[in-house]
């Protein structure tokens, strides 16, 4: 919608400042006219209109003058917002505003207004980031689907080699149907502001079940499992924090090379429950743990094709909902430890 164009800043400034000095110059002329008539016997018998009003003429002409030039550098930073503002308005976050002002309140804005337009273009770098991402991790299962069904097409093919292609559609298939699902859950928890569906549950019971079903993934790798869980009643939304448990306990098994160890603990406290996650696995460098809260960030190039980098956005996103945090320790070969501390009694 266009708004109505009204006068501009500078022209309401000056004819304000008009107003005013006319109406301060027309008082000074009364009381002018009165001492002079009432009062003061030598002057009383001039003409008192032609002084005043030549007074009177002049400050009004040396005042617009002096109103109009410094109206002008006055409202040029109001003007520089104005025309910013327009800018951003049409998509552009190119804008930088001067913030070296004498006036503190146009620095401020100046500063807010900037800062602003820095968080303005980094959500849509990330937005652009976010379509590039997503379109990347679809497109290796669809080429590989596209592949082995045009291979099936083919006549004569053995039995080993028709059961090969159609396990590598299904596991491609399924590698899209994670991604979808995570990308849908993770879109659902950044929209969502509060933990939803509560009860009351044992936590220790939950990571024993969630090793459980992770037990393909372990058993062949003859991994070693520490467990040492306390009994726990815990309140929280039992569907989400399962996806962290899967998800922290996954990260641990994938990067854990055969006959490594993984420690699970859990010990009750108040204000803090603490879960404790670790493995002898591969470890991170501090420029990987910097970044492996991001979507879509994976630290090992060699085992990108196993995920998608959506598992820790996921697990961190689902502790802050649940009003908890979580901290990573970790360096190269020496492995890693996720600490995740929930508040007790958040009922
Ligand atoms: N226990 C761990 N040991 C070593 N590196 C880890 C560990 N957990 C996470 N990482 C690093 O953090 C990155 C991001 O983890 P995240 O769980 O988000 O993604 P992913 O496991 O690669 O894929 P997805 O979880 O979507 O299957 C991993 O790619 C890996 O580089
Ligand atoms: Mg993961």
Redesign the pocket.
């Known amino acids: 919608m266009r708004r109505k164009k009204r006068g501009g800043l500078w022209w309401h400034f000056v004819s304000l400042v008009f107003v005013i000095i006319l109406s301060f110059l027309l008082l000074m002329a009364i009381l002018a006219y009165l001492y002079i008539r009432l009062g003061n016997e030598t002057i009383q018998h001039r003409n008192p209109f032609p002084p005043i009003l030549t007074i009177v003429l002049f400050s009004l002409v040396i005042g617009t003058t002096i109103t109009v030039t410094v109206g002008r550098k006055i409202l040029s930073p109001i003007a520089d917002l104005i025309k910013a503002a327009k800018e951003v308005s049409t998509g552009n976050f190119d804008i930088h505003l001067n913030e070296s002002h004498r006036v503190g309140e146009i620095s401020d804005v100046a500063h807010h207004f900037n800062l602003m337009v820095q968080e303005l273009r980094s959500i849509e770098t990330l937005r652009n980031d976010f379509v590039v991402n997503v379109s990347h991790e679809f497109k290796t299962p669809i080429a590989a689907i596209e592949g082995y069904a045009t291979l099936l097409q083919e006549d004569n093919l053995s039995k080993e080699e028709h059961d090969e292609y159609t396990g590598m559609i299904i596991d491609s298939a399924r590698q899209l149907s994670t991604l979808s699902g ?1 990308i849908l859950k993770i879109s659902k928890l950044e929209n969502q502001e509060l933990l939803t569906e509560q009860t009351e549950y044992r936590l220790d019971e939950q990571l024993r079940q969630a090793l459980l079903l992770l037990e393909s993934a372990w058993a062949p790798k003859q991994l070693n499992l520490n467990i040492d869980l306390d009994e726990l009643q815990y309140y929280g939304n039992e569907e989400l924090i399962m996806q962290v448990w899967l ?1 922290l306990l ?3 098994i ?2 854990t090379p055969e006959g490594g160890e993984i420690s699970v603990s859990l010990r009750p406290g108040d204000p803090w429950i603490r879960v404790v996650i670790s ?1 002898t ?4 460098t501090p420029q ?1 743990r910097k970044h ?1 809260f991001e979507k879509f ?4 190039p060699a ?1 990108s094709s ?8 996921l697990v961190s996103r689902i502790i802050s909902l649940s009003g908890g945090t979580i901290v990573v320790n ?1 360096e190269p070969g020496q492995g ?1 430890t996720f600490t995740i501390m929930l508040p007790a009694g958040s009922e």
């Open positions: 995570n998800n996954g990260n641990a994938k990067f493995d696995g591969i470890g991170m990987v492996i960030y994976q630290g090992d085992r196993e995920g998608n980098g959506l598992g820790l956005p970790s890693s």
